[in-house]
């Protein structure tokens, strides 16, 4: 089981930059690809961004691409970061990350299903 911690997230305004932190722990959790997913006030959860395990590969939903960036910021990848510029209104949600589960755990994935350990989340909330 990997278990994950959000930090990060407060009250912004548009255009300015918050920089959010994945750190996972457990079992394999430096062999998983991790996930960024949001959900917004009324809206379903959806895909942000994705890393796998070596930080070689990563995919951006195109609503982010340009203006975020997931990394893993330490020297055993165990924790992951989303920097976030340029925010906008509509970045308004709770974000969480997620570790892939089920088979090709060190592969990326866009589908929040292929991600069976998830964090609690943190609010980010970008004023006008």
């Known amino acids: 089981q990997v278990h994950l911690v959000e930090s990060g997230g407060g009250l912004v305004q548009a255009g300015d930059s918050l920089r959010l932190s994945c750190a996972a722990s457990g079992h394999t959790a430096i062999s998983r690809a991790v996930g960024w997913f949001r959900q917004g006030p009324g809206k379903e959860r959806e895909f942000v961004a994705a890393i796998n395990w070596s930080g070689s590969t990563t995919k951006y939903a195109d609503s982010v691409k340009g203006r975020f960036i997931i990394s893993r910021i330490n020297a055993k990848n165990a924790v992951v970061a989303l920097q976030m510029i340029s925010l906008k209104p509509e970045d308004t949600a709770v974000y969480y990350c997620?570790?892939?589960?089920?088979?090709?755990?060190?592969?990326?994935?866009?589908?929040?299903?292929?991600?069976?350990?998830w964090g609690q989340g943190t609010q980010v909330t970008v004023s006008s």
């Open positions: 997620a570790a892939r589960t089920g088979a090709l755990i060190d592969q990326i994935s866009l589908k929040s299903a292929d991600f069976g350990s």
